[in-house]
């Protein structure tokens, strides 16, 4: 099985998307490889980049899978940005978030059994 990955999102302009994405992850990016492209080290072997691409912009479908994701979610609010959807699964909740080109980065994860039946009332 793998040991790392890089999951990656191209978007049209690079200066515009990488505040929205600090927004989202609450943190500057780890590394620059070059000019139009930021990553970010989600945890250990886990990565999230964006990069310069006009023509294959937009079309990203990404989930960060967390521990928590009513209160990632919350904190991600707090700092501006709102999902666009929440979409439950039994005890899972997606929270959906578009960045400025269409990409969807959700926040997503299993809720505590209690939040898992209050949402669903």
Same mark, same amino acid.
């Given at each position: 099985?793998?040991d &790392?990955?890089?999951? #990656? ?7 515009? *998307?990488?505040?929205?994405? /600090?927004?989202?992850? +609450?943190?500057?990016? *780890?590394?620059h490889?070059?000019?139009? /492209?930021?990553?970010? %080290?989600?945890?250990e +072997? %886990?990565?999230l980049?964006?990069?310069?691409d006009?023509?294959? &912009?937009?079309?990203?479908l ?8 009513v ?6 609010? #707090?700092? #501006?940005?709102?999902?666009? +959807? ?11 978030f578009?960045?400025?080109? +269409?990409? /969807?980065? *959700?926040? #997503?994860? /299993?809720?505590?059994?209690? %939040?898992?039946?209050?949402?669903q009332?």
């Amino acid at each position: 099985m793998a040991d &790392a990955m890089f999951a #990656g999102v191209a978007v049209r302009d690079y200066a515009r *998307s990488v505040p929205w994405y /600090e927004l989202l992850l +609450g943190a500057e990016a *780890s590394f620059h490889p070059h000019d139009t /492209e930021a990553v970010w %080290q989600l945890a250990e +072997g %886990q990565y999230l980049y964006i990069v310069e691409d006009h023509d294959r &912009a937009g079309g990203a479908l990404c989930m960060i899978w967390v521990d928590d994701p009513v209160t990632a979610a919350a904190r991600i609010a #707090g700092r #501006g940005l709102e999902p666009v +959807g929440l979409e439950r699964y039994d005890a899972v909740r997606k929270y959906v978030f578009h960045d400025v080109d +269409g990409n /969807e980065i *959700s926040i #997503g994860g /299993e809720v505590a059994p209690d %939040q898992a039946v209050a949402a669903q009332g």
